[in-house]
């Protein structure tokens, strides 16, 4: 009798990978049956980038049409359920079969079946069709069945040469705009990526960093007169910065007080930003990001972490976050949870340039947070 599991060992990126999952695809491949492009081409396409697939576990069996639980059947064998950001997929096989494919929510919850997934004997890719996560959707699992309904065991799925090919990378045209306000550690200060950059191989990233500016005040580069200059098809705004103020030593207000405006306080422009974005782009979600942590004498302009008002840059920071619970609006507190201390020596050298603006390390230490944020919005 033959072994209810099965673990392929051919995972990877190779043509002979059971399973391969592939990380910072830019995807510009066509996702019709006339035209996606041979096996070789393929391989081509995702030689040398990033693998992070594992062994996976084939089992015996099936999924039920309605519900999605497995179930038993003889006639088929199953993946497990897997995980992903953006799907789009490719199979193979030397042999006649179809492919069924399930969805699930992040609670696997079952949400329904991908009824355009078939194959048969000879062509080299098929599975014409590409499946986008739009939010909802974070696990897929198939299910082979034999064309001549024949038993068939989680063995054969390597001597099958059945291959099924998982990528992240997005197709331009389907990914979702961001456009991201900010000053220089948001714009890129030095030779570095910024996180908009990182962004890019998920988002149509656009960013609006401009260096040295503020989010209050009345210079024509606050953030809250930027805030108009959005393009009206922006599917998120994420706004980082408060850094400046503090150096600045712009006006802190308070949460309360109806008589600050964008121009006399922080807070002030806070909620202008908030109102306006609330008001002028309903479509949008909008979240705010506090500014990561300086050396306590950053640049000379603050001695112990105080600026000339007495204040420290957690306090504007606070006011972020004060705000976007005041509005219901997704603040990510860097401050709080970039894990990078400036007033360590070993962290100011590793993770930033100046005790203020990060490295390329410190980049990706905080695009890893904003990532994470920015797919829960």
């Not at 199979?91 to 355009?116: A, C």
């Not at 005790?355 to 905080?366: A, K, Q």
């Amino acid at each position: 009798m033959a072994e209810k599991k099965y673990i392929s060992n051919k995972t990877g990126i190779e043509l002979d990978a059971a399973i391969g999952k592939v990380l910072n695809i830019e995807e510009t491949l066509s996702g019709t049956a006339a035209t996606i492009p041979s096996s070789a081409a393929v391989k081509s396409y995702v030689d040398g980038k990033k693998d992070i697939g594992t062994d996976i576990t084939i089992e015996q069996g099936a999924y039920n049409d309605s519900s999605g639980e497995p179930v038993d059947n003889l006639y088929a064998i199953r993946t497990p359920l897997m995980e992903f950001e953006y799907l789009k997929i490719w199979t193979t096989t030397d042999s006649d079969g179809r492919y069924i494919g399930y969805m699930y929510d992040e609670n696997k919850r079952f949400l329904g079946k991908l009824n355009d997934l078939s194959f048969h004997r000879g062509i080299n890719v098929l599975c014409a069709n590409s499946i986008y996560n739009e939010g909802s959707v974070k696990y897929v699992a198939f299910c082979f069945v034999n064309a001549d309904s024949t038993a068939i065991t989680p063995q054969d799925f390597d001597s099958l040469n059945i291959k099924l090919y998982l990528y992240s990378g997005i197709k331009s045209g389907m990914k979702k705009k961001i456009s991201c306000i900010g000053d220089s550690i948001t714009f890129g200060y030095g030779n570095v990526s910024p996180y908009p950059s990182f962004l890019s191989p998920y988002y149509d990233s656009v960013n609006l960093g401009i260096t040295t500016t503020e989010w209050s005040g009345p210079t024509k580069t606050a953030f809250w007169r930027r805030i108009a200059n959005v393009a009206t098809d922006t599917d998120i705004i994420s706004i980082m910065g408060g850094t400046n103020d503090w150096l600045h030593n712009n006006a802190l207000g308070t949460l309360s007080d109806g008589s600050d405006t964008q121009e006399t306080s922080f807070y002030g422009a806070l909620k202008y930003t908030a109102e306006y974005v609330i008001n002028n782009f309903p479509k949008s979600k909008l979240c705010f990001i506090t500014p990561i942590r300086c050396k306590d004498n950053a640049f000379g302009q603050v001695e112990n972490g105080l600026n000339n008002l007495g204040l420290s840059l957690r306090e504007y920071a606070q006011a972020i976050v004060d705000v976007g619970l005041l509005y219901s609006i997704p603040v990510l507190d860097l401050n709080a949870v970039c894990n990078i201390n400036p007033n360590y020596p070993s962290h100011h050298i590793y993770y930033l340039y100046d005790g203020c603006h990060p490295s390329s390390v410190g980049n990706e230490r905080i695009f890893n947070k904003i990532f994470s944020f920015i797919k829960s919005l």
